[in-house]
């Protein structure tokens, strides 16, 4: 089920409604029952995938907890393997074949050719690793393994962040999930808040722009350079108010009901530097890897070539997680040589932020729109299909520059755009629903009403699914 | 108890809220949407603003032409021949089906002038293909702002896509299972079992040329027939069913005469390329429904064999796109149909069956033959319009016609039509083109000012040709003028005679 369905307007009050109404040890079904519905709304067979990681961690969780030092590793290995197996049959399988088959003719060597491809399950990834994220945690010590086999369930499955997240952590979610919820006025105001702000995030903004987005990316040699950066400034702001918008109405689903889910954003276009855009950009992902992968490889208590080599290997992996493309492979390198290359100008010339207010301000404000610009140009290797279309891109971007094009943008998508960076700036550190709340409340219901209005009668009318949900 | 306050404060707040942006939406935005999502609303206001008394639903077997065809006007246009007294209106949309018209006939207001409904039945329309067509989507998104809501509401379920959404994949997940669940049964011993057993079993054996290799375009386009028309209608599960009966419970409501339109297919080609068995098929679901129909009180026009293959545009695929010959036949049986409503009003206009052998066009737009785009205002010797020759533009208005619409035993052409020129040109031709795949292409040229070559008046021009032996084995007869000269030479009031 999507956010922006008009199935989820029927969803959402009645599921929030039976939980209030509900005794506490109900609803752990009552949310389970509600998550299969959402997750099956997609392609209902696949919740036995989701199901088969789910026994697999469930199981594996309570042996590594029972079991000596030797075995738990046994156990959390064997857990790994299996959980990452489903993964890799799904998204990475069919990668896979078509680079050995590539292999196997340049090199002579015999492969044979499988015509199998599976329909990736939505979702797969985030869930994956959320799961992951429980047995490595029991397995460290830190999280009490979960003997409530449905509990455990509604941990992988809790219908706010089933399909894109954000990944939560047992000793977040596991533990809320356990506690009993009333209600309370101010996480439901919260709650709507954040949904109402989501929806126009997503449905005003990014589907708006998106059709211009994908218009340059659909055949880009026919457009000027200037409407061809146009076109990659368009897709930075889409991707962003589409995932960002998902993410902040998973939160609010979830706030609504009185749960926290930790925050997957924090206004990543106003980042100093590539460093900065991590720690500000699919916050949940960028820790999980550091916390269960970079931290195991050494992190940066390490030889500087060695944490270079782990820096990489982060974010090409982080590449790989969004998709089983070599685009993807490279648009995570990308980000790693860039920050790399930031971190050791920093140390090398030993830059510190002027102590004179002025001249900081103007150098953090040069430092942001150069990150900018540069995430921007490597979406380029996000959005693109392939390689070719890339080149495309950069061709048409250094070469079209006297090439004449219809390119026109509606003026009313200029307005909400600027609007949104407006809010985006103002909220900055800080969440849409804390920010209205300390507004006049004439401003807030102004505030409301707006965005309401233009979710209803200015919402794209093109069918743009969240970009998140192929992973 | 406090917070239970507030929160119905704020919920009646919020109510008063969206009731003032239903009314902003309504003054200001509302119109813009309809016509930018859903333009047809201005063919259903149309019906209202003429106060149409019969009003004609179609998809594109209402909108097609053939190329060759003189009168390109639509099937509802030629009822409306027949009953000159009465007015007429026509909602087409491409790839419609009845749950579509229900939609546009509900939107309809209830003090409309509307007394009688013809719907188009095609029988195609029940067929899982069409039913999961990948056209849907579009087709249901175009409904959502015309429903009777209030417009915001609407609004919300465009944004929110509160209409059947799927992807082409998704649809064809459907059609496809549907092909192979849905059971076929035939009262003699009958191979195949479903849709996609027959079509694999065509496929494996193909049609075959006469030196039995096998023709692979014959046999695409006979697994295509299967795939269109191996259906049993189940009046319970077939959502087409649902859709008409919407539409019988309407009509009774608002007390109009209803007609259902039952559209050609090409039973032809059915039979050469499948075989009887198909034909069956086809036949059985049009019983069922003009049974069904009939005895709800509907009046049934069945003109499901009433057009022969050569009629049909499209040779290569399932349509119901038909020449003029074959529009003119089924408005002929709509409007005999139409006289139990309005005796009084009908006039025999032009006998379907008749084939024209004189032709005229005043250059006035109202009668398409081809370059229409000629037309000018510049000069004319009746009216108000002439078509205009020279300066790049080759061609005058050309009379193109298929020649087995023509009567038979024809011996000459008499051509004539008025000229008028301010330069002499000695390169501006009048034309008569032959063609067809049996006959050797003739193309004959007669220079118009050795006919007549006055200057600065309209002049009138008159030709006589006397038609080849082998006439009849040509396909087309074009005649126009050429002139691909810089002087100008326009031409009104062009007549064609067909003589024996």
Redesign the interface.
Known sequence: M?F???E??LFFPIVTLLFYVLPHKFRWFHLLIASCIFYMYFIPQYILILFATIIIDYVAGIWIEKSDDRKKKIYLVVSIISTCLVLFIFKYFDFFNQNMLALSHRFGFYYPEHTIKFILPIGLSFHTFQSLSYVIEVYKGNQKAEKHFGIYSLYVMFYPQLVTGPIERPQNLLVQLRQEKH?E?AN?AAGLRLILFGLFTK?VIADNIAIYADQIYGDPMAYNSISVLKGLFFYSFQIYCDFFGYSTIAVGCAKVMGYNLMDNFKNPYLSKSIGEFWQRWHISLSTWFRDYVYFSLGGNRVKIHRWMINIMIIFVLSGLWHGANWTFVIWGFAHGFFYIVETMIIRMLKLRRSANETIAKIVDAFNVVKTFIIVSFIWILFRASDMHQVKLILKAIFRNIHVKDDFHVEPKTWLFLLLFIILDSFLFNTRFDSWANAKPVVVR?SLY?LL??L???F?S?N?FPFIYFQF | MEKYKTLIYKFLLLAGIIFCFNFIYTKFFFEKDLQKHSPIINSIRKVTDEKNEIIYLGESSNTTFREDDVDKRSISEMISDYYPSRKFGNINKEASHAGIYYTFLEAIPENSNVKTVIVTLNLRSFDASWIYSDLETALQKSLVLIKDHPPLFNRLMLSFKGYDIKSDAEREVQFKKSWTESKLTFEHPFPYDNVTDWDFAMAEKGILNEDGSKNSEATVLACHYIKTYAFQIDTIQNPRIKDFDNIVALAKKRNWNLVFNLMAENIDKAESLVGNELVSFIKQNRDLLVSRYSKKGVTIVDNLTLIGNDEFVDQNWTTEHYSEFGRRLIAKNVSDSLKKFYPKDYKDYVSANKKISSFYNDCEGEIVWGQMQTLTDEIAYSGKMSSKTGQKQDFSISLDYSIRNLPDSLKSISISFQKFQREINNDAKIVIQISGSRFKYQWNGFIVNDIAKSLNKWEEVKLNFPLPDDFYNASVIKIYVFNPTNSLMYVDDMKVDFEK
């Open positions: 999507l922006n369905s008009y989820f307007l209600f006025y439901f449905m219901w009403s309401l209005f979710i209803i009668v919402s009318v069918n």
